[in-house]
């Protein structure tokens, strides 16, 4: 657990628990507003987002790419409204509807276009490539003092880490317009709370989460840590404020687990190559929402 | 702790200075007036062209057919669904900038009751316009909080998880949560709506205590028999207004046909007030 | 462009033509099924059954290969894959039925934490392999590119099967879409119903598998459905609709697919879809969104209308500029906002039909009234002569004995 670790675990597994820790957030919100699907939604639209933005730029560079995908989660909540206002369609089937055409038209453009030469595939979308955040300059944990070091970071880690701060922020700021509107959105209306404005920027929050998550670990954990350790939360406590810390700590440790599973797991077994940690990371949350489901304190309701 | 509502008090919180001048001598006695509002969800009008006025103190009844437009009425009026056309003030201001003055209670069923949160952090919602954001919610919050399940008496339930109580005792957390709201008017829509008989009754004379210390009431009501003897006023809405006034004089039989429709079976526990029919 | 007709006359060759044909059939079945699917407003379990076929696809592949075989039989990863799919739709039966949570979020749970599971298993199936590509990626996006005839054939029949497991239980699947209470009081077994339709759903699923892909099979199930919605109130008339949609959405994206081998299938065949439903929610006379647009606007106008003439009835002042404008255009009042003699007698008239609609309650009846289908039409389109004189008597006496 030396230099080997510092070099090449130990950004992974910041970035992973940051990703899981900024979906976890939003998602609770998400999920008491049954609007769950509204990140399995955007994590699908991310990736066309994507293309779109290198058709337009031709340039893999990120900024341009997180300005894509955040448009393009914008334009798919919109699309959402807009079938489910406009074509009466109920909200599932609208979903439905635009994921699929959203990502359908992603994948075409990606094989029309020449993206070879350029690191974008829809299996790297899907998986994230979170083994290959290796901190190449580290040589121990005294790097983590060592200014030259340190600028030698993954460019994935201070991109996940601000908007994980901002995340945080965001949520405690607006904490109790956000609890009222999503209890009760008739009353909120009625004390002067924006309640569409706030519903709104809770979908860009989560959509701004699951693009900076999925740069660094694919969609499939974006998807996972919307709702499953939300879901788990709420079956351990009938509190607000305590489920959302539990889906912190779920969240946090699908993250490591499944990390440290899917890179030493494998090795314990005596195979040499290690899996897919973002898999890994959805599977360990699976089983943890497994576990509240069946022992979780508050796993029924009450009549 | 909650104040009975002095003369003074509602001059306080309703007469500040107001926004563009006088609004005419109705203003100062009206405590909610709707004028020509229309609601319409790109259909035809489900409220069309409704006057309405409710003097301070009044304790109105808002009643008509399911679909009559009952509770969109008064939701347009509050702001919380868009309305075509029409204006709306209360104790003379337009309604955003009124919020502090109105406590609205929603209909129960509109939300979701396994939300996780007890009965007091419910009925401290009805505090968010004084603590905002940040402000700690303090000792004289809580207080104010467990005056108001006191009042409902559900002093006992205030650590609850909201779904574990019964349709009754959820309606009388919305009550609580709408007193916490300390507001010269209150609307409720439905309040009476699959309560129990011991509920109703509180409900009652909650309201009725509110309307003594001269609060303006708002109720969307269901059932014809309580009309008379626990109202003062009524308004009868079928999409446009029908009638609207004293009880004595306004609910009559005639009225009533003309909301429900002439064949309605009009039941004999209705103590009418007027002679007439 | 000849390749294309070619195509599309299923002249280019067998395999191409039975990939076709299968792909029109798979969007028939899915459209059919997914009819049922999207009435019980459950269209998104399909999205977690489709995700939780992966797991399946490679644990059936392993244990093919640990047997001896090559791995990528067809039949035996759609087993694989039905069966784990059949595992997610119990997680999320059971995850609602026994936790508090909705199905929204058992859906999403499920779909998120088998697809993970998968790409584990890919991931392992890649070192098995070692570098020789297993082909399941394929199932992720859908291909034709490699397809086998006896594949193709599979898929053809898997496609028919389902149809016919549509055509014989229709009746019953339509009447638990529709009304579930009303199939409940006539003895059909609902429960049983459900049971069926989420078969045929897993059905259809795996067989669109190869064509479609997992990511992309539920739009062929929920797309077709939504899009015949807007054209019809009738259910025979939405199942075939929803048939007609799916299965043209899967012959034309398996033709272009067959053209252009290295454009993903599935993308073709869900653009297809969604070109059918994007007109569709457009154009439709009755629920589409020009036609709701052209009523918002109409019915405004009619408000501001009869709103700006009762005004001038009592004399008030109109400061509202669609009102106004409206009054204008319609020739009620002069530019400068006094009534013309058009606008006053169409005011006295406004007047007299708002106090007649208050007072028609009282001498009609409730079903008399009820079938009024809008406020503003004027009482003597909506009443019988007959009625109206009832309704000024009472106007004259308002006091009725």
């Given at each position: 657990?030396?230099a080997?670790?510092?070099?090449?675990?130990l950004?992974?597994l910041?970035?992973?628990?940051l990703?899981a820790v900024?979906?976890?957030?939003?998602?609770?919100?998400?999920l008491?507003?049954?609007?769950?699907?509204i990140?399995?939604?955007?994590?699908?639209?991310?990736?066309?987002?994507?293309?779109?933005?290198?058709?337009?730029?031709g340039?893999?560079?990120t900024?341009?790419?997180?300005?894509?995908?955040?448009?393009?989660?914008?334009?798919a909540?919109?699309?959402i409204?807009?079938?489910?206002?406009?074509g009466?369609?109920e909200p599932?089937?609208a979903?439905?509807?635009?994921?699929?055409?959203?990502?359908?038209?992603?994948i075409?453009?990606?094989?029309?276009?020449?993206?070879?030469?350029?690191?974008l595939d829809?299996?790297?979308?899907?998986?994230?490539?979170l083994?290959?955040?290796?901190w190449?300059?580290?040589?121990?944990?005294a790097?983590l003092?060592?200014?030259v070091?340190l600028?030698?970071?993954?460019?994935?880690?201070p991109?996940i880490g601000?908007?994980?701060?901002?995340?945080?922020?965001?949520?405690?700021v607006?904490?109790?317009?956000l609890?009222?509107?999503?209890?009760?959105?008739?009353?909120?209306a009625?004390?002067?709370?924006?309640?569409?404005t706030?519903?709104?920027g809770?979908v860009?929050?989560?959509a701004?989460?699951?693009?900076?998550?999925?740069?660094?670990?694919?969609?499939i954990?974006?998807?996972?840590?919307?709702?499953?350790?939300?879901?788990?939360?709420?079956?351990?406590?009938?509190r607000?404020?305590?489920?959302?810390?539990?889906?912190?700590?779920?969240?946090?440790?699908?993250?490591?687990?499944?990390?440290?599973?899917?890179?030493?797991?494998?090795?314990w077994?005596?195979?040499?190559d290690?899996?897919?940690?973002?898999?890994?990371?959805?599977?360990v949350?699976?089983?943890?929402?497994?576990?509240?489901?069946?022992?979780g304190?508050?796993?029924?309701?009450?009549a | 702790?909650?104040?009975?509502?002095?003369?003074?008090r509602?001059a306080?919180?309703?007469?500040?200075?107001?926004?563009?001048g006088d609004?005419?001598p109705?203003?100062?006695?009206?405590?909610?007036t709707i004028r020509?509002l229309?609601?319409?969800y790109?259909?035809?009008?489900?409220?069309f062209?409704?006057d309405a006025?409710?003097p301070?103190?009044?304790?109105t009844?808002?009643?008509?057919?399911?679909?009559?437009?009952?509770?969109?009425?008064?939701?347009?009026?509050?702001?919380?669904?868009?309305?075509?056309s029409g204006?709306?003030?209360?104790?003379g201001?337009?309604?955003e900038?009124?919020r502090?003055?109105?406590?609205?209670v929603?209909?129960?069923?509109?939300?979701?009751?396994?939300?996780?949160?007890?009965?007091?952090?419910?009925v401290l919602?009805?505090?968010?316009?004084?603590?905002?954001?940040?402000r700690?919610i303090?000792?004289?919050?809580?207080?104010?909080?467990?005056?108001?399940?006191?009042?409902?008496?559900?002093?006992?339930?205030?650590?609850r998880q909201?779904?574990?109580?019964s349709?009754?005792?959820?309606?009388?957390?919305f009550?609580?949560?709408?007193?916490?709201?300390d507001t010269p008017?209150l609307?409720?829509?439905?309040p009476?709506?699959?309560?129990?008989a011991?509920?109703?009754c509180?409900?009652f004379?909650?309201?009725?205590?509110?309307?003594?210390?001269?609060r303006?009431?708002?109720?969307?009501?269901?059932?014809?028999?309580?009309?008379?003897?626990?109202?003062?006023?009524?308004?009868?809405?079928n999409?446009?207004k029908i009638?609207?006034?004293?009880?004595?004089?306004?609910?009559t039989p005639a009225n009533v046909?003309?909301?429900?429709?002439?064949?309605?079976g009009?039941?004999?526990?209705?103590?009418?007030?007027?002679?007439?029919? | 462009?000849?390749?294309?007709?070619?195509?599309?006359s299923?002249?280019?060759?067998y395999?191409?033509?039975?990939?076709?044909?299968?792909?029109?059939?798979?969007?028939?079945?899915?459209?059919t099924?997914?009819?049922?699917?999207?009435?019980?407003?459950?269209a998104?379990?399909?999205?977690?059954l489709?995700?939780a076929?992966l797991?399946?696809?490679?644990?059936?592949?392993m244990?093919?290969?640990s047997?001896?075989?090559?791995?990528?039989?067809?039949?035996?990863?759609?087993?694989?894959?039905?069966?784990?799919?059949?595992?997610?739709?119990?997680l999320?039966?059971?995850?609602?039925?026994?936790?508090?949570?909705?199905?929204?979020?058992?859906?999403?749970?499920v779909?998120?934490v088998?697809?993970?599971?998968g790409?584990?298993?890919?991931t392992?199936v890649?070192?098995?392999?070692?570098?020789?590509?297993?082909?399941?990626e394929?199932?992720?996006?859908?291909?034709?590119?490699?397809?086998?005839?006896g594949?193709?054939?599979?898929?053809a029949?898997?496609?028919?099967?389902?149809?016919?497991v549509?055509?014989?239980?229709?009746?019953?699947?339509t009447?638990?879409?529709?009304?579930?209470?009303f199939?409940?009081?006539?003895?059909?077994?609902v429960?049983?119903?459900d049971?069926?339709?989420?078969a045929?759903v897993?059905l259809?699923?795996?067989?669109?598998?190869?064509?479609?892909g997992?990511?992309l099979?539920v739009?062929?199930?929920?797309i077709?459905?939504?899009?015949?919605?807007?054209?019809?109130?009738?259910?025979?008339?939405?199942?075939?609709l929803?048939?007609v949609?799916?299965?043209?959405?899967?012959?034309?994206?398996?033709a272009?697919s067959?053209?252009a081998?290295?454009?993903?299938?599935g993308?073709?065949?869900v653009?297809?879809?969604?070109?059918?439903?994007?007109?569709?929610?457009?154009?439709?006379?009755?629920?589409?969104?020009?036609?709701?647009?052209?009523?918002?606007?109409?019915?405004?106008?009619?408000?501001?209308r009869?709103?700006?003439?009762?005004?001038?009835?009592?004399?008030?002042?109109?400061?509202?500029?669609?009102?106004?404008?409206v009054?204008?255009?319609?020739?009620f009042?002069?530019?400068d906002?006094?009534?013309?003699q058009?606008?006053?007698?169409e005011?006295?008239?406004?007047?007299?039909?708002?106090?007649?609609?208050?007072?028609?309650?009282?001498?009609?009846?409730?079903d008399?009234l009820n079938l009024?289908?809008?406020?503003?039409?004027?009482?003597?389109?909506?009443?019988?002569?007959?009625?109206?004189?009832a309704?000024d008597?009472?106007l004259?006496?308002?006091?009725?004995?």
């Amino acid at each position: 657990m030396g230099a080997e670790f510092v070099q090449l675990s130990l950004a992974p597994l910041v970035i992973g628990t940051l990703a899981a820790v900024a979906c976890a957030l939003p998602g609770n919100f998400l999920l008491l507003r049954r609007q769950a699907l509204i990140g399995d939604a955007i994590s699908h639209v991310v990736m066309p987002g994507i293309v779109v933005a290198f058709l337009i730029t031709g340039t893999v560079s990120t900024g341009p790419m997180m300005l894509g995908a955040a448009g393009a989660a914008v334009f798919a909540v919109a699309m959402i409204e807009a079938i489910k206002r406009f074509g009466r369609i109920e909200p599932g089937a609208a979903m439905g509807v635009t994921f699929t055409t959203l990502f359908a038209a992603g994948i075409l453009m990606l094989e029309q276009t020449d993206t070879s030469g350029v690191h974008l595939d829809v299996e790297h979308a899907l998986y994230g490539n979170l083994e290959s955040l290796i901190w190449f300059d580290a040589t121990g944990w005294a790097s983590l003092i060592d200014p030259v070091a340190l600028t030698g970071l993954p460019a994935e880690l201070p991109r996940i880490g601000i908007v994980a701060i901002l995340v945080c922020a965001l949520t405690v700021v607006f904490w109790r317009p956000l609890k009222i509107a999503t209890f009760d959105e008739g009353f909120a209306a009625s004390v002067g709370v924006p309640v569409a404005t706030l519903g709104f920027g809770l979908v860009i929050v989560a959509a701004m989460a699951a693009v900076a998550a999925f740069d660094a670990v694919g969609s499939i954990i974006v998807i996972a840590m919307f709702i499953c350790p939300p879901a788990a939360a709420r079956l351990m406590t009938n509190r607000l404020g305590n489920q959302v810390g539990w889906s912190v700590v779920f969240a946090a440790l699908s993250a490591v687990i499944g990390y440290v599973a899917a890179g030493y797991g494998p090795l314990w077994l005596g195979v040499t190559d290690s899996v897919s940690a973002a898999g890994m990371i959805a599977t360990v949350s699976g089983l943890i929402l497994a576990i509240t489901a069946l022992a979780g304190p508050h796993r029924q309701r009450v009549a | 702790m909650l104040k009975t509502l002095s003369p003074e008090r509602v001059a306080q919180v309703a007469c500040a200075p107001l926004k563009g001048g006088d609004l005419g001598p109705e203003a100062t006695d009206a405590a909610l007036t709707i004028r020509a509002l229309t609601v319409s969800y790109g259909e035809a009008p489900v409220v069309f062209s409704v006057d309405a006025t409710f003097p301070a103190g009044s304790m109105t009844a808002v009643i008509g057919p399911n679909g009559a437009g009952k509770s969109t009425l008064l939701k347009a009026a509050l702001g919380i669904v868009p309305k075509l056309s029409g204006t709306v003030t209360i104790h003379g201001r337009p309604v955003e900038e009124a919020r502090a003055l109105v406590a609205y209670v929603p209909q129960r069923a509109s939300v979701d009751w396994d939300f996780p949160t007890r009965a007091i952090d419910v009925v401290l919602m009805g505090r968010y316009r004084t603590t905002g954001l940040f402000r700690k919610i303090g000792k004289s919050e809580r207080a104010i909080a467990l005056d108001a399940l006191a009042r409902v008496g559900m002093s006992a339930f205030a650590d609850r998880q909201i779904g574990q109580l019964s349709g009754g005792q959820q309606q009388r957390i919305f009550l609580a949560r709408a007193l916490a709201q300390d507001t010269p008017v209150l609307v409720l829509d439905e309040p009476f709506a699959g309560v129990d008989a011991a509920t109703e009754c509180t409900i009652f004379d909650v309201l009725a205590g509110l309307s003594a210390e001269g609060r303006t009431v708002v109720v969307v009501h269901h059932d014809l028999a309580t009309v008379p003897e626990r109202f003062d006023r009524v308004l009868m809405l079928n999409v446009r207004k029908i009638a609207e006034g004293p009880i004595s004089e306004t609910f009559t039989p005639a009225n009533v046909r003309a909301t429900y429709g002439g064949k309605i079976g009009l039941s004999d526990a209705i103590d009418w007030p007027t002679r007439a029919a | 462009m000849s390749a294309l007709i070619e195509v599309f006359s299923l002249s280019a060759g067998y395999n191409a033509a039975v990939v076709t044909i299968g792909s029109a059939l798979l969007g028939i079945a899915a459209g059919t099924a997914g009819t049922f699917l999207f009435l019980r407003k459950r269209a998104l379990v399909s999205d977690a059954l489709a995700h939780a076929t992966l797991p399946g696809i490679v644990i059936a592949f392993m244990v093919m290969v640990s047997m001896g075989g090559d791995g990528r039989s067809l039949p035996g990863l759609l087993v694989g894959s039905a069966l784990s799919a059949l595992l997610g739709l119990l997680l999320v039966d059971a995850l609602t039925r026994h936790t508090r949570l909705t199905e929204d979020a058992a859906i999403g749970a499920v779909l998120s934490v088998f697809f993970g599971l998968g790409v584990v298993g890919l991931t392992i199936v890649q070192t098995m392999t070692s570098g020789r590509q297993a082909g399941l990626e394929g199932f992720l996006l859908g291909s034709t590119a490699g397809m086998l005839f006896g594949d193709a054939i599979l898929i053809a029949v898997g496609a028919l099967v389902a149809i016919a497991v549509v055509f014989v239980l229709r009746r019953a699947m339509t009447i638990v879409s529709f009304d579930p209470g009303f199939a409940q009081a006539t003895g059909l077994s609902v429960r049983a119903i459900d049971i069926a339709i989420m078969a045929l759903v897993l059905l259809v699923t795996v067989v669109g598998l190869k064509l479609v892909g997992l990511i992309l099979v539920v739009a062929l199930l929920i797309i077709p459905a939504a899009s015949a919605r807007f054209w019809t109130e009738r259910s025979d008339w939405v199942l075939l609709l929803s048939a007609v949609f799916g299965g043209t959405a899967g012959y034309v994206g398996a033709a272009l697919s067959a053209v252009a081998p290295r454009l993903p299938t599935g993308s073709l065949i869900v653009l297809t879809a969604f070109a059918l439903f994007a007109v569709s929610m457009m154009v439709s006379p009755h629920r589409g969104v020009l036609a709701a647009l052209l009523k918002r606007r109409r019915t405004a106008i009619r408000v501001h209308r009869r709103q700006g003439l009762l005004a001038l009835a009592k004399g008030e002042m109109i400061f509202d500029a669609m009102t106004l404008a409206v009054l204008r255009r319609d020739g009620f009042i002069r530019a400068d906002g006094v009534p013309t003699q058009a606008g006053a007698a169409e005011a006295a008239k406004a007047l007299r039909d708002e106090a007649r609609w208050v007072i028609a309650g009282r001498v009609l009846n409730e079903d008399a009234l009820n079938l009024r289908v809008d406020v503003l039409t004027p009482l003597e389109q909506t009443f019988t002569p007959d009625q109206i004189a009832a309704i000024d008597a009472a106007l004259q006496n308002p006091r009725p004995a």
